[in-house]
Nanobody, 125 residues
Framework: QVQLVESGGGLVQAGGSLRLSCAASGRTFGTYAWFRQAPGKEREFVAAIDRVGGGTYYADSVKGRFTISNDNAKSTVYLQMSSLKPEDTAGYYC????????????????????WGQGTQVTVSS
């Protein structure tokens, strides 16, 4: 059974930091990603990382503030978030794609066939 389980969300003041984790199980994935969704808005791409090679990709809105990484031995992907802003408030979702399953760009939701349940991040001003 494939599972992606996020953790690490919470309430933080503006300028603070949080680290999200996503534990993956059930199969080997090719690319991991984080998306977020604020109330009344569409789910948007945050960052992605290739399991092999470690290439990383970021949305412009988080470049320089967020860092995605993964630990293949633990099958866990992380999102280190720093200099948080109130506009970063959202539900954060881990996503993964099977190896070779899609040629869609990494920022597109349709690339990812597996999703976690999400973890809430709230940044107070």
């Amino acid at each position: 059974q494939v599972q992606l389980v996020e953790s690490g969300g919470g309430l933080v003041q503006a300028g603070g930091s949080l680290r999200l984790s996503c534990a993956a199980s059930g199969r080997t994935f090719g690319t991991y990603a984080w998306f977020r969704q604020a109330p009344g808005k569409e789910r948007e791409f945050v960052a992605a990382i290739d399991r092999v090679g470690g290439g990383t990709y970021y949305a412009d809105s988080v470049k320089g503030r967020f860092t995605i990484s993964n630990d293949n031995a633990k099958s866990t992907v992380y999102l280190q978030m720093s200099s948080l802003k109130p506009e970063d408030t959202a539900g954060y979702y881990c996503a993964a794609s099977a190896i070779g399953s899609s040629l869609l760009p990494r920022h597109q939701r349709a690339r990812y066939g597996y999703w976690g349940q999400g973890t809430q991040v709230t940044v107070s001003s």
